[in-house]
């Protein structure tokens, strides 16, 4: 598997809506920093312009586990479902 092989839309979204979630009080540079990207690309992110990497998601689940769970699911190939 390539690093840089994007979820799909569904995953993506569930993943940006908890980073988004997780997100509180940081600017959206505060949070690119945090996740290793720039700021522009989070918030491509965020508002779901871009799908999100699986390299990404593997910096964020680093600091948020609780996205794991979804990536778990992708890369399982099991039904996505939201999960809060």
Same mark, same amino acid.
């Given at each position: 598997?390539?690093?840089?092989?994007?979820?799909?839309?569904?995953?993506?979204?569930? @993943?940006?809506?908890?980073?988004?979630? !997780?997100?509180?009080? #940081?600017?959206?540079? &505060? *949070? /690119?920093?945090?996740?290793?990207?720039?700021? @522009?690309?989070?918030?491509?992110?965020? !508002?779901?312009?871009? #799908?999100?990497?699986? &390299? *990404? /998601?593997?910096?964020?689940?680093?600091?948020?586990?609780?996205?794991?769970?979804?990536?778990?699911?992708?890369?399982?190939?099991?039904?996505?479902?939201?999960?809060?």
């Amino acid at each position: 598997m390539s690093d840089m092989r994007s979820m799909n839309d569904d995953v993506s979204r569930q @993943v940006a809506a908890k980073l988004v979630e !997780r997100q509180g009080g #940081r600017t959206d540079a &505060e *949070m /690119a920093a945090l996740l290793g990207c720039g700021r @522009v690309y989070y918030w491509q992110i965020k !508002r779901g312009v871009r #799908r999100i990497s699986y &390299e *990404m /998601a593997k910096r964020a689940a680093q600091d948020f586990p609780e996205i794991l769970p979804i990536i778990l699911r992708d890369l399982t190939g099991e039904p996505t479902a939201v999960i809060s």
